[in-house]
DNA sequence: AACCGGATCAACCGCGGGATT
DNA sequence: GAATCCCGCGGTTGATCCGGT
């Protein structure tokens, strides 16, 4: 009865991925795609379980990853949709194409936390703490930085406790504590409008609600800025002894040896690959080479 | 220069839910 | 229906960085 055994952990290699590693792991996947993560790691050669390729594609490989730090837009949206949909990651990541849960729920734990509570504003709760509270419910929240505590607190002191804070709606804790149960019911919260407004402590907030097209053209530029194809050519040419036709080939199995040929400088390389007609996430494509290489080199820039 | 503490973030862990046998 | 697996999620940890002393 049931299924296979799940892969043993013995002599699995944990920590850090190296370069190699992450190479393999992009390579088999934009091959190959995503079949079954159990047997990516053997399929691609690695000695890692199928969850950490898992974790290292989707936060660190995955070509549509967005890099660089939170605007304070986004800033302000995440605050938004974390007041409606409590500590679900992935449901708030859906809403930042390119963004991973990881990446903003540690943007939230280093970050906003403290930039809400600066403003006098409760992290779980999203509403103002008078000074009893705030000194209770910062206690809490450093103390066990657990939502569910901090609520329960939040909760009983309100039932037992005539404090002076301003009343609580009974629908905010409760959508903190009981948040929208999927996408649909968030859509109706979430107004399909580019430009939203809300309102936080008495003050308006204003979030430009960006489509998936908007930032992959964001996307292209970073990607473009961020490539520094000279540098990366001159380091590669000093490690295939000099010989640039070659790297152009061997990296980029989409060009033509006749292109790659005619490609005599590292600039003119990175001219070539940052033109449109070869680079452009309009015609993204796992299964294209020259992607492949150009993510690979996007992130060994990190 | 060395040390320290806080900030940051990649990676791991454990769990729950759905899928599979 | 039970047992087991796989995947995804949220919480946590630990390594590294960085600024202050």
């Known amino acids: 009865m049931g299924r296979q055994p799940c892969c043993d952990k013995v002599g699995l290699k944990r920590g850090p991925w190296t370069i190699e590693e992450d190479h393999k792991l992009m390579n088999f996947i934009l091959n190959n795609g995503i079949h079954c993560w159990r047997m990516v790691p053997k399929l691609a050669g690695l000695l890692r379980c199928g969850k950490s390729c898992r974790l290292r594609w989707i936060n660190y490989l995955r070509p549509d990853l967005k890099r660089g730090g939170f605007t304070e837009v986004e800033e302000n949206q995440i605050i938004q949709l974390h007041s409606r949909l409590g500590n679900r990651w992935s449901k708030i990541a859906a809403h930042f194409p390119g963004r991973t849960d990881n990446e903003i729920k540690n943007h939230w734990n280093t970050r906003i936390k403290k930039r809400l509570k600066l403003l006098g504003l409760d992290p779980v709760t999203h509403q103002p703490m008078n000074d009893q509270h705030k000194e209770n419910d910062t206690k809490v929240v450093e103390d066990q930085d657990d939502q569910q505590k901090t609520l329960e607190t939040t909760t009983s002191a309100e039932s037992s406790v005539d404090d002076h804070r301003p009343k609580v709606e009974e629908n905010s804790l409760e959508k903190a504590a009981k948040p929208a149960d999927d996408d649909d019911q968030l859509r109706e919260l979430v107004p399909e409008t580019k430009e939203e407004r809300w309102n936080i402590n008495g003050v308006e907030q204003v979030s430009t609600e960006m489509n998936y097209n908007d930032v992959l053209n964001i996307n292209y530029e970073t990607v473009c800025q961020k490539l520094d194809f000279s540098t990366w050519m001159e380091q590669e040419m000093n490690n295939n002894n000099n010989n640039s036709n070659n790297i152009a080939y ?39 080479h020259l992607e492949q290489d150009l993510f690979f080199f996007q992130n060994t820039q990190r």
Do not use: K, M, R
């Open 250 to 288: 061997s990296y980029s199995s989409s060009l033509s040896l006749e292109e790659s040929n005619n490609l005599s400088s590292p600039s003119l390389l990175a001219d070539t690959y940052v033109d449109d007609s070869i680079f452009s996430w309009e015609g993204f494509n796992y299964h294209h």
